[in-house]
């Protein structure tokens, strides 16, 4: 859940607290470092799906596709699935893509067509394998359908007093582009 929220959260953060903000600067970049650097902070991460699975995310490797303008995370993870009385354990390893878009009246930003590109599940019998691969799938898929990756705060909001304009991959980095001044928030 949270692991694309703290990237973006972290995007629009060290955007709000640059004292350039106040001169009118509209363009703001992170490179895939600074973006992994701010998802480190915020793991593990757990996601309850179905009352029979616990998805604990561990690490995650986010780089950015230009062409495609989408962000790649290769994900680890631990998977605890409730069957009967004995719980099973596994390990997987999910990737996910995603593109990033701001919906404005709601000041929030979700994943654009989120698609789990890749699963492989580490020690878990045969006979599980569909039914955990499907469960990882449906979870992560459902939950950012549902839930923004952030929405501004109000203190956000006032920080950085213009709202998102846009938000795009180039050249191998984020950037994130701001209203122009006297663009008002509601």
Do not use: W
Not at 117 to 131: F, G, H, P, S
């Amino acid at each position: 859940m949270k692991l694309f929220i703290f990237l973006v959260a972290s995007v629009l953060l060290l955007a709000a607290n640059d004292k350039n903000i106040k001169t009118q600067k509209l363009l703001y970049t992170f490179n895939q470092k600074e973006i992994n650097s701010a998802i480190k902070e915020h793991l593990p991460h757990s996601i309850d799906y179905m009352y029979i699975f616990n998805i604990k995310l561990l690490k995650a490797e986010t780089r950015f596709l230009d062409k495609e303008n989408r962000l790649v995370s290769a994900i680890d993870s631990n998977v605890s699935m409730f069957i009967g009385t004995i719980p099973k354990r596994f390990e997987a390893k999910i990737t996910m893509s995603s593109g990033i878009h701001y919906v404005t009246g709601t000041e929030s930003l979700y994943l654009n067509k989120p698609k789990i590109e890749n699963i492989i599940i580490k020690d878990i019998d045969a006979e599980y394998t569909n039914m955990a691969n499907s469960a990882i799938s449906s979870a992560l898929l459902a939950y950012y359908k549902k839930y923004p990756v952030y929405v501004l705060s109000a203190e956000d909001k006032k920080e950085i007093g213009r709202g998102v304009k846009n938000v795009v991959i180039k050249d191998k980095t984020l950037v994130v582009t701001l209203n122009p001044k006297g663009y008002v928030l509601k």
